[in-house]
């Protein structure tokens, strides 16, 4: 009986530890720090924001991950209330599945820099994400 219940102690350490990177499809919006260059704005994890940053519903993609957009990846830092609720993708999604999809929030410096990345790219996207501690291929140089 022990050794059962150590067998499933260990499945249950080893599942967690191989986290896998997975494809999900997102709400993709941008947002900036108002004020010059971002002085002032810090992310939920207590970092300052820069390029490279996004915002997350922490429960879905854990602070740290890779999300990997077509045009580069960005680091996991930030939450904010939109993010979290998905009103994004529920208000403006025109199928099933794009009102279910999850919300991520681009970080950009400038709010120039974040329209026109926004009015360069899809509403919805599939994005890859690599959970802190993977081994994945994608997010190595």
Known sequence: MKLSYTVMFLLSLASAAVA???SV???VTGYWAHGEGGSGKY????GRLRAGHCAVDPKRIPYGSKVLFP???CTAVDTGPAVVNRKGARLTGRTPSQRNAIVVDKFFE???AAVAW???HPAFMTLQIVPPGSR???TEP
């Open 71 to 73: 045009d580069g990846a």
């Open 43 to 46: 992310a939920s994890t207590g």
């Open 110 to 112: 400038t709010k120039g």
């Open 118 to 120: 926004t009015s360069a």
């Open 136 to 138: 994945s291929k994608l």
């Open 20 to 22: 896998r990177e997975e």
């Open 25 to 27: 499809l997102a709400r």
